[in-house]
């Protein structure tokens, strides 16, 4: 009953009975016979079964892991507790929407795709907040940053839909050639395509929107796909990737026309696109990337494309995989591209840069350490500034990829699959494969820190619009005891940010003030040096006690919506940043 070898292929023996076995595939199995005969355990909530473990103490206690998360049992599977307090989830794209707070939407490794708030009108963020928008092993997912309810989704092999979230209806987008069927032909939506035509679509199919269009959406295939009317007809390009036929190729020195078992289970096809990008700079200049190590750009919409793979100096021998092309936000030739090359047992990291549409690369892995690329982001605000996930975790880089560093900041070592900064909130949003999604609150302070910055005198930087939230009583939901899971919500307010170029030995005082110069709150930073950050969390300072009523209780109070001034004083020199606060309209806006 286990037809994927290579994927599961686990048996477990209690220790102190070898009469009981598990086995673990698709399904779940137990013998209570030493393997005479097995029947089908159930009851966990998922399938996919991989690992297994037998409390050798009492053997009664076992836990068990699938597709769907952890569970164990007290009666050796007769019954079962789910446990969803642990953020494991695998996403392997993520992608975000603009309304307000904004959601975070991604694919789930045999989970579907789903969406939930980065923020919440309330206490925390629980599960009930998400919503499931795609099935199947969920990939990508992109939303149309002009209206948040029109949505797109992409589940294995390039099963691609589209979907209206005001009336829940959808259908499928996938390109397909028109389909001869005896004396009928089963009309397609690729223009101008022959009848029968074959496609090939990754089993992780890269769609994307237009940055110019959010109608036009993009999708690489074995072939560039265009759609100009959000997927209901498509133009195709030729075949971009090198066609290999994966059953002519050796695996671990078997030559791929020889019987083998499990064959082609873990890689369900070979040549298709796997990444694809239209530079945001400038229309019409669009890169795609294939896993069998080809990288191709457009300058005229997809019509044509040029391979410049050979201009990648030290790049991986043979069939490497293109992990993500992405095109910069500042000059039309500039493209990033990471590569990954781990399936021919070679770890080293490949992350490339061209400014000149791909005549000519420069390697920019520098001291990166050895281990699989997977993603790069280049920072929408600052060309200096990226962000890199790998297989152990995320870097990123202040001079253009000349020095990474890794990027912790409680985030944990884990592989970084996606990455990206909210293009209105300056929020960095990780997607990871195994530790769920991560938020980095309000990058600014790391788009503004320039090398002139760095060699400074003390430097406050912008600090980002806040907004008074209000209190959706519709969403304070009371959740008993500890088996849920609570995300946590960001900090009220907004943060304050500034720079030292030496430690101060006290606290940095920071004082706000209305646009009168009435002075409404006092806070103290630390005196650290390097990027230091206080919260303000839009309150006045609490007022003094009444002579009168020493025992009345005091309460700060919040500010109104308007503008207000910060001004910090450090070494004789007064600096100022203006802070918006927002009133929040938008609340009946996001249910």
């Not at 929407?97 to 963020?125: E, H, K, T």
């Not at 919260?535 to 009444?546: E, G, I, K, Y």
């Amino acid at each position: 009953n286990n037809n994927r070898l290579m994927y599961y292929s686990q048996i477990r023996v209690d220790p102190q009975n070898p009469d009981i076995v598990y086995t673990m595939g698709a399904p779940f199995f137990k013998s209570v016979d030493g393997g005479a005969t097995f029947n089908r355990v159930t009851g966990m909530g998922h399938g996919d079964h991989h690992a297994l473990w037998i409390n050798p103490d009492n053997p009664d206690h076992i836990m068990l892991g699938t597709d769907g998360g952890f569970n164990f049992s007290w009666d050796q599977g007769a019954t079962w507790d789910f446990v969803n307090t642990m953020a494991v989830g695998q996403f392997y794209e993520i992608g975000v929407d603009m309304r307000r707070p904004y959601f975070v939407c991604g694919g789930l490794q045999d989970n579907g795709s789903w969406c939930g708030p980065s923020a919440v009108r309330g206490r925390d963020i629980i599960n009930d907040d998400w919503y499931r928008v795609g099935g199947g092993d969920g990939f990508y997912v992109r939303i149309d940053p002009t209206d948040y309810n029109v949505l797109y989704s992409e589940s294995q092999g390039g099963s691609m839909s589209r979907r209206d979230l005001r009336t829940g209806q959808g259908g499928s987008i996938r390109p397909s050639a028109p389909r001869e069927m005896g004396n009928t032909t089963r009309p397609g939506n690729v223009i101008g395509a022959e009848p029968n035509q074959a496609y090939r679509f990754e089993w992780n199919t890269p769609i994307e929107l237009s940055p110019h269009d959010p109608s036009t959406v993009l999708v690489a295939g074995n072939r560039f796909f265009k759609s100009k009317d959000q997927g209901r007809t498509w133009a195709a390009s030729e075949d971009l990737t090198k066609a290999v036929n994966r059953n002519e190729l050796s695996i671990m020195g078997v030559p791929g026309t020889e019987y083998m078992a499990s064959k082609n289970d873990g890689q369900s096809g070979f040549s298709y696109g796997t990444t694809v990008a239209e530079s945001p700079s400038q229309p019409g200049v669009i890169w795609v990337g294939t896993d069998d190590g080809n990288v191709q750009v457009s300058q005229d919409a997809g019509i044509t494309f040029t391979d410049v793979t050979e201009n990648i100096p030290d790049a991986p021998q043979g069939y490497f995989r293109v992990k993500r092309v992405e095109p910069s936000n500042f000059a039309p030739g500039t493209c990033y591209v990471v590569m990954d090359n781990h399936r021919n047992e070679d770890w080293n990291p490949y992350v490339y840069v061209t400014r000149d549409f791909g005549r000519t690369f420069t390697n920019i892995s520098n001291n990166l350490p050895v281990g699989p690329t997977n993603v790069i982001a280049e920072d929408p605000k600052n060309p200096n500034l990226l962000y890199l996930g790998t297989e152990f975790g995320l870097f990123i880089s202040l001079n253009g990829g000349q020095e990474w560093q890794r990027f912790q900041n409680g985030l944990p070592t884990v592989r970084v699959d996606d990455i990206l900064v909210h293009p209105r909130d300056n929020d960095l949003v990780v997607g990871t494969h195994g530790r769920s999604i991560w938020i980095i609150d309000d990058i600014t302070p790391l788009q503004q820190f320039t090398a002139e910055v760095a060699a400074g005198d003390a430097h406050l930087f912008e600090v980002r619009p806040a907004v008074r939230w209000l209190n959706d009583t519709q969403k304070s939901v009371t959740i008993g005891g500890a088996k849920h899971f609570r995300g946590q919500n960001p900090a009220a307010g907004t943060a304050i940010s500034y720079y030292l170029p030496i430690d101060l030995g006290d606290d940095v005082v920071l004082t706000i003030s209305d646009l009168s110069g009435n002075e409404i709150r006092t806070l103290a930073g630390p005196g650290d040096r390097g990027i230091n950050r206080v919260q303000w969390n839009l309150m006045r300072n609490t007022p003094p006690a009444d002579p009168d009523q020493p025992q009345q209780r005091r309460r700060a109070v919040p500010v109104e919506p308007g503008t207000y001034v910060v001004t910090m004083v450090v070494g004789g020199r007064e600096l100022a940043r203006s802070i918006l606060v927002e009133e929040d309209i938008w609340m009946n806006e996001t249910h």
